[in-house]
């Protein structure tokens, strides 16, 4: 079938819908909502067959789904309405939701029900839920949905049906709530205790944050990690870590890792960036608490590493998957590490959420020098990936738990073995950020997938799903697991790798195998090459990367 996505933003839900119908061999077309007649000549030109929306704040027009089958992805169990229902149900602590397919109606999300499915949900951030159980139940919804649309014998329930056929029962959850206000989100630090501060910023995270009064400057608020020693004078700044700033509630405290300065009437859009960075001189004065590399779980940090057996894992997890320079280099010194102990296999990532994204276009963006911050950015990323292109002592996998894209991507390309959990969306292109790109991408991509192939992901520059990135060469194992059970999965393979018989002789081979392609051409100059590139555009101030840059953080 014809199929045209119709989404307010081109966001992670509406890519994986995009990558997974394609998969499924379907035509589809994306159109980014602007204004009802951009609309109408975006179904003039693709003569779609269905509309999907899987993300869209604003009614479709009534010509348009009075005409045709439009369904609408809310993402609340059957009964559920509004427009912040994942907010309400974080906040209030619900222990299940789920994800509902609607048809288009004249009254928001209370038309006939094409599909609905539950999935649980676990004490994580808003965000992280959405690209993880929220998203792998809005999938199974949305084929659902398709499939029984091209029965063209299935007639979807009226709501007042559905809600009947479900009474009494847990799939029916709530009615219609308002939009979550910040009146209802504000934390009050001397009554709040840990436990609602943590609800009230996951609730809040990605968008809108909360908003709170720190230095004296109103911010919202981004993060929500629980400390498990530090204590202080409730709303009290403790201390700093890894860019994040420890803050006291009643009853313990939260890190807290990025802030958005409130905007001012009449001035620019603000973004987010990591909260000592927001702060500048206020966070400076707070004493530096860095974690262990082996900490624990209970201790909140960015980097861990650990070892089972001879399998080391070096875990990590950025806000919003951006790799400033520091991290970049904390990570590099956090790999050496792992690379010095006397394991077989050496796991990086391999936790839900995000994988990376590449540079971190909001540090970038709030530097004195964009174009110094970009190129001291692209050449710690560039260190990383080095670091793990000349590992041959160890085998090395990247394990995907969530999305990756650009320079990320390819810092999974560097390892031997690239895991993803089914769901995963890859991104493996520059382009919509006006960059040639880095990372080695010019001597690990083609290796992979070949130079015509590598020059198409590059130029199309379309999300890439799991098992398509399966069939392309860019991930070796794809693996069908929940966002919490991934790591666990993940575990149970490279143990078994590391218990390999074959194991000696493969790295032996990987040995020779890299001695051999150095000799062809050395990996200096496949970073030269693409250095020179990038650095012409950071040093350009009419390079359409400043332009994309400012734009995509300010949300324009």
Known sequence: MRILL????????????????????????SHVMSDDDALR????????????????????PEDVWASRVCLIVHPGPVGDRGPSSLDWAITEGADRWGVTVLQAAREFDAGDVWASVECPLPRVAKSDLYRGEIADAALAAVHLAVERFALRTYVPEPLESALAARAGTAAVTGGLRPYLRQHIRSIDWALDSTEIVLRKLRAADSFPGVLDELDGREFFLYGGHEEDE??????????????????????????LTQLRPRRTPGGPATYKVPATLALGPAAKRLPEVPAPLSAGPG?????????????????FSFPSGGMATAQCARLLSAYEHAWSRPTDVLVLGGTRDFFSNGIHLGVIEAAPSPADESWRNINAMNDLVHAVLTTTDKVTVAALGGNAAAGGVMLALAADEVWAREGVVLNPHYRKMGLTGSEYWTYTLPLRTGVEQARSLLTEARPVSARRAR???LVDYVIPASPDAFTGEVEAVAERMAGSPELADWLRGKADHRAKHEEARPLAAYRENELAKMRQTFYDPGAEYHRLRYAFMRKL
């Open 6 to 29: 119709v989404a307010s933003a081109y966001n992670s839900l509406t890519q994986r819908v995009d990558a997974e119908l394609t998969d499924r061999g379907h035509t589809v077309a």
């Open 41 to 60: 000549t975006a179904i003039e030109r693709h003569l779609p067959h269905l509309i999907v929306a899987p993300m869209l704040k604003t009614a479709l």
């Open 230 to 255: 530090l204590r202080g004078r409730p709303g009290e700044l403790l201390a700093r870590r890894a860019g994040a700033v420890c803050r006291a509630t009643a009853d313990g405290a939260v890190w």
């Open 299 to 315: 201790t909140w940090t960015d980097i861990r590493y650990r070892e089972r057996g001879s399998v080391g894992y070096l875990h």
């Open 471 to 473: 069939e392309l060469g």
